[in-house]
């Protein structure tokens, strides 16, 4: 059955946004919002497992603003025509399920809203909530998801720590209203779901509810699998479930081909690009004797990004510290050590402003933007100030390197090394992917790494020519060779470091200054100061489960 063709039904989830008002007595009035397009089925509905000593009272509909008819002993078999209007609860073995009717077919407004007793649970030093508000193996995952979880009182950044898991995006304190927001990068796939764990202080709410647990054991919990104190951004957790999807797909094929279109179009296009990810990144094995003698690419260098990606050698750190190398050589920037300290002597290296640097894309505009006020007015950023801001200001270090993908995307595309493909057959997905000549690009960065890790055995150059090793000691940067390059040149021609605007004292601060930054945004992100979702992890939490949307 699933090798015939199947009619295409335009089922559309548009956007789920669900708002949390947690009481004082640790007690959560939830409302949430779908925007749909409904073409088929008869009933929507969401499973809510694992509740603990919770329980779902005042549970309420309304579709397009009128308000849904309650009834009890809800009947699944019955027909679209009767369930329209009404709304029910399913008893099952491991919750229960909030059904209600899809009425006609069209544009929707779904409002249904319910409280959870005992959301917030005292735990042995503090309190937590740890609830999955989104499930995953939705039979259409929406477009985008938004949660909003406001107290009593409103939350400060000494009253809450946050973090989020299962999706692509964020959450963070809003600290102008106090409340916590969590939403969405990207459209979700089916393997997608949405888990918040927030912790407070103790006695902040008068819950009656609690667990035998640490606020150190529950995070020890929810961190298994995910990327919460560690750099690993690719988990295997995001793959795990990939795989359970597709073995209820396999599960459900014959009884049910329809509904399961949308989790084979999401399965099919993240193996897809999981295949073309494994053979770009293949390149490297294949091209490490291979050398590319020239710069790799004549526009801006921050356009690299996505197709860097690809490598195993590109991190954050490195674009970060190509900027500063660049901004070096320009003379708008420079690092100078001074001594501190009246009895035990030390060092300490600041950041000079001297000029604004020439600022060629809108990534690297709002990257200078972002020192420029972590220095506050002043000409000189000590590397202390910098951790305090980039602690502080994680969101806006979030948002600079999506901004900076997307601008990467934007411009590779124009230029012809991207372009949007469409596969599937019956299940059509679209992915953005390398042309011939993105290949090439990557390809050439890959030789052109090669070429100056073994400079000083393959030069061939007929002149020596400071200012093109100037250009490439910020592509070492791109790359982080950037301080075993130097050596080679200095080997090379002992002339170069009184000629260069570089010193190796300025290779190595631009790198520790990167570090510093990466490193005050893992600690914040991980100490729960909110920042990026982790996809992974998320393990044992209460309420959600898995499934819902339409049947």
Same mark, same amino acid.
């Given at each position: 059955?699933?090798?015939?063709?199947?009619?295409?039904?335009?089922?559309?989830?548009?956007?789920?946004?669900?708002?949390?008002?947690?009481?004082?007595?640790?007690?959560?009035?939830?409302?949430?919002?779908?925007?749909?397009?409904?073409?088929?089925?008869?009933?929507?509905?969401?499973?809510?497992?694992?509740?603990?000593?919770?329980?779902?009272?005042?549970?309420?509909?309304?579709?397009?603003?009128?308000?849904?008819?309650?009834?009890?002993?809800?009947?699944?078999?019955?027909?679209?025509?009767?369930?329209?209007?009404?709304?029910?609860?399913?008893?099952?073995?491991?919750?229960?399920?909030?059904?209600?009717?899809?009425?006609?077919?069209?544009?929707?407004?779904?409002?249904?809203?319910?409280?959870?007793?005992?959301?917030?649970?005292?735990?042995?030093?503090?309190?937590?909530?740890?609830?999955?508000?989104?499930?995953?193996? /939705?039979?259409?995952?929406?477009?985008?998801?938004?949660?909003?979880?406001?107290?009593?009182?409103?939350?400060?950044?000494?009253?809450?720590?946050?973090?989020?898991? !299962?999706?692509?995006?964020?959450?963070?304190?809003?600290?102008?209203?106090?409340?916590?927001?969590?939403?969405?990068?990207?459209?979700?796939?089916?393997?997608?779901?949405?888990?918040?764990?927030?912790?407070?202080?103790?006695?902040?709410?008068?819950?009656?509810?609690?667990?035998?647990?640490?606020?150190?054991?529950?995070?020890?919990?929810?961190?298994?699998?995910?990327?919460?104190?560690?750099?690993?951004?690719?988990?295997?957790?995001?793959?795990?479930?990939?795989?359970?999807?597709?073995?209820?797909? !396999?599960?459900?094929?014959?009884?049910?081909?329809?509904?399961?279109?949308?989790?084979?179009?999401?399965?099919?296009?993240?193996?897809?690009?999981?295949?073309?990810?494994?053979?770009?990144?293949?390149?490297?094995?294949?091209?490490?004797?291979?050398?590319?003698?020239?710069?790799?690419?004549?526009?801006?260098?921050?356009?690299?990004?996505?197709?860097?990606?690809?490598?195993?050698?590109?991190?954050?750190?490195?674009?970060?510290?190509?900027?500063?190398?660049?901004?070096?050589?320009?003379?708008?920037?420079?690092?100078?050590?001074?001594?501190?300290?009246?009895?035990?002597?030390?060092?300490?290296?600041?950041?000079?402003?001297?000029?604004?640097?020439?600022?060629?894309?809108?990534?690297?505009?709002?990257?200078?933007?972002?020192?420029?006020?972590?220095?506050?007015?002043?000409?000189?950023?000590?590397?202390?100030?910098?951790?305090?801001?980039?602690?502080?200001?994680?969101?806006?270090?979030?948002?600079?390197?999506?901004?900076?993908?997307?601008?990467?995307?934007?411009?590779?595309?124009?230029?012809?090394? /991207?372009?949007?493909?469409?596969?599937?057959?019956?299940?059509?997905?679209?992915?953005?992917?390398?042309?011939?000549?993105?290949?090439?690009?990557?390809?050439?960065?890959?030789?052109?790494?090669?070429?100056?890790?073994?400079?000083?055995?393959?030069?061939?150059?007929?002149?020596?020519?400071?200012?093109?090793?100037?250009?490439?000691?910020?592509?070492?940067?791109?790359?982080?060779?950037?301080?075993?390059?130097?050596?080679?040149?200095?080997?090379?021609?002992?002339?170069?470091?009184?000629?260069?605007?570089?010193?190796?004292?300025?290779?190595?601060?631009?790198?520790?200054?990167?570090?510093?930054?990466?490193?005050?945004?893992?600690?914040?992100?991980?100490?729960?100061?909110?920042?990026?979702?982790?996809?992974?992890?998320?393990?044992?939490?209460?309420?959600? !489960?898995?499934? !819902?949307?339409?049947?």
């Amino acid at each position: 059955m699933i090798l015939l063709p199947h009619p295409a039904y335009a089922q559309e989830f548009y956007n789920w946004k669900v708002d949390v008002e947690l009481q004082e007595n640790g007690d959560g009035l939830v409302k949430n919002t779908w925007i749909t397009k409904e073409t088929k089925g008869t009933e929507k509905y969401l499973p809510i497992e694992n509740l603990g000593d919770s329980k779902i009272l005042n549970f309420k509909v309304s579709d397009n603003g009128t308000p849904l008819e309650p009834i009890n002993n809800w009947d699944s078999d019955r027909s679209r025509e009767e369930k329209a209007g009404k709304s029910g609860i399913l008893k099952t073995n491991n919750g229960l399920e909030l059904v209600f009717g899809v009425g006609e077919y069209g544009d929707h407004k779904y409002e249904f809203e319910y409280t959870v007793t005992n959301m917030v649970k005292a735990l042995e030093n503090g309190q937590s909530l740890y609830w999955r508000f989104i499930n995953d193996k /939705l039979s259409t995952p929406p477009e985008e998801i938004e949660i909003t979880v406001k107290g009593f009182k409103p939350f400060t950044k000494d009253d809450v720590n946050m973090w989020s898991f !299962g999706y692509p995006g964020e959450v963070v304190l809003d600290e102008s209203t106090g409340e916590i927001k969590a939403r969405s990068s990207e459209s979700l796939k089916s393997s997608h779901f949405a888990t918040l764990l927030l912790q407070f202080p103790e006695n902040y709410f008068n819950t009656s509810s609690s667990l035998n647990k640490t606020q150190e054991e529950l995070r020890e919990q929810a961190f298994e699998g995910s990327d919460y104190g560690r750099e690993e951004e690719n988990s295997s957790t995001d793959r795990f479930f990939e795989i359970i999807g597709l073995l209820f797909i !396999g599960l459900f094929v014959i009884a049910a081909p329809f509904a399961i279109i949308a989790g084979v179009r999401s399965y099919r296009s993240s193996a897809w690009m999981r295949k073309l990810t494994k053979e770009y990144k293949s390149r490297e094995k294949m091209l490490e004797k291979e050398y590319f003698r020239e710069l790799p690419y004549t526009g801006a260098f921050s356009n690299l990004s996505h197709i860097l990606g690809y490598t195993s050698f590109f991190t954050k750190e490195n674009i970060i510290t190509a900027f500063l190398l660049k901004w070096i050589k320009e003379g708008a920037i420079e690092f100078k050590s001074s001594e501190k300290g009246s009895i035990i002597k030390r060092e300490e290296v600041s950041m000079l402003f001297h000029k604004s640097p020439s600022l060629n894309t809108a990534s690297e505009k709002e990257f200078y933007n972002l020192l420029m006020e972590a220095a506050d007015g002043k000409n000189r950023l000590e590397e202390e100030d910098l951790k305090k801001y980039f602690k502080k200001n994680y969101v806006k270090y979030d948002n600079f390197f999506m901004h900076l993908e997307g601008h990467s995307v934007s411009a590779l595309t124009e230029e012809g090394y /991207l372009e949007e493909r469409e596969d599937g057959g019956h299940y059509k997905y679209k992915m953005n992917v390398l042309t011939d000549s993105g290949q090439t690009l990557l390809d050439k960065n890959i030789m052109f790494k090669n070429y100056l890790e073994e400079y000083s055995l393959l030069n061939e150059r007929d002149s020596y020519n400071v200012h093109l090793w100037e250009d490439y000691l910020i592509y070492a940067a791109i790359y982080g060779i950037a301080e075993e390059v130097y050596k080679e040149f200095e080997t090379l021609e002992p002339g170069f470091q009184n000629d260069t605007v570089f010193y190796p004292y300025y290779i190595h601060h631009s790198y520790l200054y990167s570090s510093a930054i990466q490193s005050s945004y893992d600690s914040a992100r991980s100490a729960g100061s909110g920042g990026s979702s982790s996809i992974g992890g998320g393990g044992g939490s209460f309420g959600g !489960g898995s499934g !819902g949307g339409t049947r």
